[in-house]
């Protein structure tokens, strides 16, 4: 494979990973298939890191990379946050709260794309949105729910935040909608 595939094939490796994620964890009751599923979620994560970093480093960032590797972020906390809930692990009108902003910055993005805009890489406190779901998640599932919850907290501001920072980067689409 060519180095300058391998950043979207991590991509596409953490969306195959989602369906295996959510099976274990829709039919795995015990403490340990919840383990088994926090190590599949961290790797997931683990992939998110990896591949963005291969991109800026070979100097291989694409289209199709700016706007997967959100998309896959979005489907696998997405996944994890719904399972969450089904396993009374985290609050619906928070997870609900995530998911909305989460739908309505992808159709921003996907709005940038029919555009011809720009689709806007993650800025700084997309990043960190992103770090407190997934760690919230990951402690959630291993049981350590008081951490889970905090770090779950900080990342629902920190989703509000970016949701509304990322939607002001891209106001200028929306300049003569509102006259």
Not at 14 to 19: D, M, S
Not at 21 to 41: E, K
Not at 88 to 96: E, R, T
Not at 126 to 132: D, E, L, Q, S, V
Request: aromatic share 14%.
């Amino acid at each position: 494979m060519k180095k300058e595939n391998i950043p979207n094939a991590l991509t596409l490796v953490r969306i195959a990973l989602i369906p295996v994620f959510v099976v274990i964890l829709t039919f795995g009751h015990s403490y340990a298939m919840h383990i088994l599923a926090a190590f599949i979620f961290a790797f997931a994560s683990i992939t998110d890191y990896l591949d963005g970093y291969l991109a800026r480093k070979w100097e291989v960032v694409t289209n199709f990379g700016k706007f997967a590797d959100p998309m896959a972020d979005k489907l696998l906390v997405m996944s994890a946050f719904i399972m969450l809930i089904e396993m009374k692990m985290a609050p619906a009108w928070v997870v609900a709260i995530i998911i909305c902003r989460e739908l309505a910055v992808t159709g921003l993005r996907l709005l940038l794309v029919e555009t011809g805009g720009t689709v806007l890489a993650a800025a700084m406190p997309g990043k960190i949105k992103t770090f407190t779901q997934m760690f919230a998640i990951i402690f959630l599932l291993i049981h350590w729910t008081l951490l889970g919850q905090i770090l779950l907290y900080i990342a629902l501001i920190f989703t509000i935040y970016s949701g509304y920072d990322y939607f002001k980067g891209s106001a200028y689409l929306f300049k003569d909608t509102f006259k």
